[in-house]
């Protein structure tokens, strides 16, 4: 079957499940969309200790309750919808065993060089570079940037997973609390662009004003430092403080 097949079969589905919901329609849900947590397992068994299988049987309890909550009217493709509950039930699993995310020292480098390398490239290119140019900046091939970034994001979500589950009488899941729109490698745009505003708001006026004006409404910066009220000058350094900061709202720490 296609991916274009699938994704039909899938929703016809999701659409009779939510009409008429069934443990013969859930289970053919789960059956057709098997190649997710498939795929999900895989990954995350890359970075720690824990079996496959054991993480592919936990994944489907993550597979079957995207299924449950999916809203067939929501426009979003089920696959971009499912990834972070099938993810985030794994990581929910590792933080209950005190499994530890294993992140090579290398990975760790290369992600640090390559935040460094994105803000550069930011104030080069007028824009947020794409992980292509990234990862040739890094010399490197995109597959193991985007895994790089991977490994990095799943610590973080497992760190996040675990400060959850410690709040008194708190009972939120991973996925309950924080599905994370850019974990499943910025799949969807427009919950990307939602999550970069949310970043946006939390920093100082002027340089929120200078992101804004600049890299959203694609302002010169002469225009940008008329507007805001400041030099062309203050708004390259508001520029860099704000992609600094950014870098540190929207991607994990590096210990």
């Not at 992140?103 to 490239?121: A, C, D, F, S, V």
């Not at 992980?131 to 799943?154: F, H, M, P, Y």
Request: charged share 25%; proline share 4%.
């Amino acid at each position: 079957m296609t991916t274009k097949s699938l994704s039909a079969r899938t929703m016809e589905l999701l659409i009779a499940y939510s009409r008429n919901p069934s443990v013969k329609l859930r289970n053919q849900l789960v059956e057709l969309n098997t190649g997710l947590v498939r795929k999900v397992a895989h990954q995350v068994n890359h970075q720690c200790a824990e079996p496959y299988e054991d993480l592919e049987q936990v994944g489907f309890i993550g597979l079957i309750r995207a299924i449950e909550r999916f809203n067939t009217r929501s426009g979003c493709a089920f696959s971009s919808f499912a990834m972070p509950y099938i993810r985030g039930e794994m990581l929910h699993y590792l933080r209950d065993k005190g499994s530890i995310m294993r992140i090579p020292r290398r990975w760790q480098e290369l992600h640090t060089k390559g935040k460094k390398l994105r803000k550069e490239l930011t104030i080069a290119l007028g824009r947020m570079p794409k992980d292509t140019e990234i990862a040739n900046g890094l010399g490197v091939s995109l597959q193991e940037w985007r895994e790089c970034k991977l490994a990095l994001q799943n610590r973080l979500l497992l760190s996040l997973d675990a400060t959850v589950g410690s709040l008194p009488d708190s009972t939120a899941t991973l996925e309950d609390t924080l599905v994370d729109p850019r974990y499943h490698l910025m799949q969807n745009w427009q919950e990307d662009r939602q999550q970069l505003h949310g970043a946006i708001s939390q920093l100082e006026e002027k340089t929120q004003a200078a992101i804004e004006f600049v890299f959203l409404r694609d302002l010169p910066r002469k225009e940008a430092a008329k507007r805001i009220g400041i030099s062309p000058m203050t708004v390259t350094r508001y520029l860099h403080r704000g992609i600094d900061q950014l870098s540190s709202l929207m991607e994990p720490q590096v210990a």
